[in-house]
């Protein structure tokens, strides 16, 4: 212990003294240099030079955030790269993340006291709730004067002092604005579905602000109809159709299957189909699967593009992909995280390390009723949800979580190997399953059993 300390003292010592990087300015905007002059540094996953260059750039981080900025833009783009299609391609990509330095920390928020005082590079601004917006001129203007090696899109992370969560993308502008405060990589690759395949969001609500209570109803009973909505808001994306006679997606649907997907007759939220509401509409919109990045309303921690938008995305990156067999491809960031779509009755432990595995618990007993024949919100219910788990290695921890990462319910394995856990879920909430599994257990095979008020239902 003594020594490790030592050995950590001296490291610390040898390292050059923080902030010995200078504030250098090319023009009207100021960069935060390295010691060989450079304003960026790379996260590549490619070698090609033709790949996707994304570069990640800030607003409203001064000279001493740029650490704060760096360590938010790299844990976005390290996990936004481990999200299929992206992961599978991921030689198609080059991200660059530019040190660009504002006179004040913050950016402005209408309602608060910094609205109007603000003096930022890009002048982004959080007005009316989740509303990000930038001035485009400069954003372009601050990446070509950073002498960044390519610019295809632009992802600007902003720091926001109210703690707002929001993201937007503008596709006409190459560029997405994402809050530096939530990091997450589903945010980004949601934003950059909209830029580079054209998709469409698949969330039904226009405000889609959970923290107002539930949405309205007149927000919740949108219906999509091409005769009245102005040419410009009509819907034109590979992921949503507005006639479920005519869908991009039709040859994969199982012909046996009864459209409109449902909950009630199909049992997998992960079935391709048509599920209704899409593109902020409730009615009249039809989507492929019932969860999907690109919906991040109802599913904040889903981390899976529906099948329009996985066929989408591999059709506009995959070009770029396999014109360089060459290419260094780095399959995931984190080998040992594993993530399944629903609890299967058999799971073989997939890693020799500490492997963390996260389970959807079927959406079916849990997903908000998708019923056409509800006029408003729908009332919650509640159902009594009970996992056993066997075979599981000793120390294993299992936990419940909600999708908003409320912990539910939690217990360790012991030398048995069996869990049992019970608890009452809302049909409004979403659950996912843990398991902590420890280092050495690669193979094993572990049942699980899951019952339903009390009834088991065949996994
Ligand atoms: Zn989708």
Known sequence: MMRALFLLVSFLILLPAAGAADEVCVGEYCYDADDSGSFYQSYLFSTTSNAFDIVMIGDGYTEAEMDKFIASATVMADSFITINPYAAESCAFRIWIVRLISEDSGIEVEGSSTWGNQDTALDAVFGDGM?????????????????????????????????????????????????????????????????????????????????????????????YSEATVAAADQIDNPNLATDIGVLGWQAEINPNQILPSHALNVCSGTTVGAWEGGGKYRYGVWRSEEYCIMDGWQCPSEDHFCYACSSALAAAILPCATAFPDCAYIPFKAPRLLRARS?????????????????????????????????????????????????LPEGTRVAVYTSMLDLVAEQVASANGSVEITFEADTLKRYFLTLDIPAGNEGMLVNTMLSINGAQVDL
């Not at 560029?175 to 589903?186: S, Y």
């Not at 998709?199 to 927000?219: H, P």
């Not at 996260?358 to 509800?374: K, Q």
Request: charged content about 20%; aromatic content about 10%.
């Open 131 to 223: 509303n990000i917006t930038v001035d485009f001129d400069k954003v372009w203007k601050a990446v070509d004067s950073s002498a960044v090696p390519g610019s295809d899109f632009v992802c600007v992370l902003v720091n926001d002092p109210s703690g707002n969560d929001g993201a937007w993308a503008y596709q006409s502008e190459r560029v997405c604005l994402v809050t530096g405060a939530w990091p997450w990589g589903v945010t980004m690759a949601h934003e950059l579905g909209h830029l580079i395949a054209n998709l469409g969001d698949e969330y039904q609500c226009v405000q889609c602000d959970q923290s107002a209570g539930f949405l309205t109803t007149a927000d919740w009973t949108r219906t």
């Open 343 to 391: 609890l299967p009755p058999e799971l073989r432990i997939p890693f020799a390390e500490d492997t963390h595995i996260e389970i959807d618990i079927p959406p079916c007993w849990t997903c908000i009723p998708d019923s056409t024949d509800v006029p408003g919100p729908p009332l919650p219910e509640t159902y009594g949800v009970g996992i056993v788990i066997q075979n």
